[in-house]
């Protein structure tokens, strides 16, 4: 950052995929995401999130039909795999924003980053129908050189910057490893942004782990679901979403 230049204002995408997972844990209609996400920007989200999964798990076609046209006039980011299947629905509803993600049948989540680099044949023709198409592009990668060169040459605009394996280091008190990703996630945050690109990250954050995350100028947005849903049985949507809002304030703070 320059040094008398304000970091930009950090947005808070709010990922309601596990709303759709306890709901789909009896089948019917109730929890409703939608409901969520009205509930969410209220909260102060910035925009909604919402992963369509080829094997239907949580997200459903129809909750996509409701979303696409944006909640509390907040857009939608669709994440997704890069399948013909998925290009098609995501071409019909144009949301706001696509970040293409890799997906396994048998990953209980979205385990690891997209290869940019070795999909780069495979990716190339999505990411440029979904580009023509005047939706924003974004990668889901690990913060590793090549990846963001490739996202680059792809013509995607954002990269999503996967915090897992930070994440998981701090669950497991490994707080040397912890602090080797976040230098990781600094270093690639810079990176991409000297390439052009525009900076997100999400995976597994917490209360406890957003702050230092938040704390990056270069990253712009951060997309976050799972801990959000589990601490809304205990103190609500909304509380938890504005706690999460006042703690990447904080993380801003430190650097303005
Ligand atoms: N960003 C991307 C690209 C994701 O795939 C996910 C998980 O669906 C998230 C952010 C949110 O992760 P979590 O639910 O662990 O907060």
């Known amino acids: 950052m320059v040094e008398g230049k304000k970091a930009p204002y950090l947005r808070l995408g709010v990922n309601i995929d596990h709303v759709a997972t306890i709901r789909n844990a009896r089948g019917g209609k109730f929890p409703d995401p939608i409901r969520a996400a009205q509930l969410a920007v209220e909260a102060g989200a910035d925009g909604i999130t919402a992963h369509l999964r080829e094997d239907r798990r949580h997200i459903s076609d129809e909750d996509i039909d409701r979303l696409a046209a944006g909640v509390g006039g907040k857009p939608l980011n669709l994440e997704m795999a890069a399948t013909e299947e998925m290009l098609a629905i995501a071409l019909r509803h144009k949301p706001h924003a696509v970040c293409?993600?890799?997906?396994?049948?048998?990953e209980r989540t979205t385990e690891g980053g997209l290869d940019a680099a070795g999909g780069h044949n495979h990716l190339a023709p999505i990411v440029r129908q979904l580009v023509a198409a005047r939706i924003r592009v974004s990668l889901f990668i690990e913060a590793q050189p090549m990846q963001f060169q490739a996202a680059?040459?792809?013509g995607a605009q954002?990269?999503?910057?996967?915090?897992?394996?930070?994440?998981?280091?701090?669950?497991?008190?490994?707080?040397a490893a912890r602090d080797r990703v976040l230098e990781?996630?600094?270093?690639g945050a810079k990176q991409a942004t000297d390439l052009g690109l525009e900076v997100h990250a999400g995976h597994g954050l917490t209360f406890d782990t957003?702050?230092?995350i938040a704390a990056i100028?270069?990253?712009?947005e951060l997309n976050i679901g799972h801990f959000l849903v589990g601490e809304a049985i205990f103190v609500g949507l909304d509380a938890a979403i504005r706690r999460m809002r006042h703690l990447m304030d904080e993380g801003r703070q430190a650097i303005s």
């Open 152 to 154: 680059k040459s792809l």
């Open 210 to 212: 957003v702050v230092p």
């Open 217 to 220: 100028a270069q990253i712009v």
């Open 100 to 106: 293409l993600v890799p997906e396994r049948r048998e």
């Open 184 to 187: 990781r996630i600094k270093a």
């Open 158 to 175: 954002v990269v999503e910057i996967h915090t897992g394996a930070y994440c998981d280091a701090h669950g497991h008190e490994d707080y």
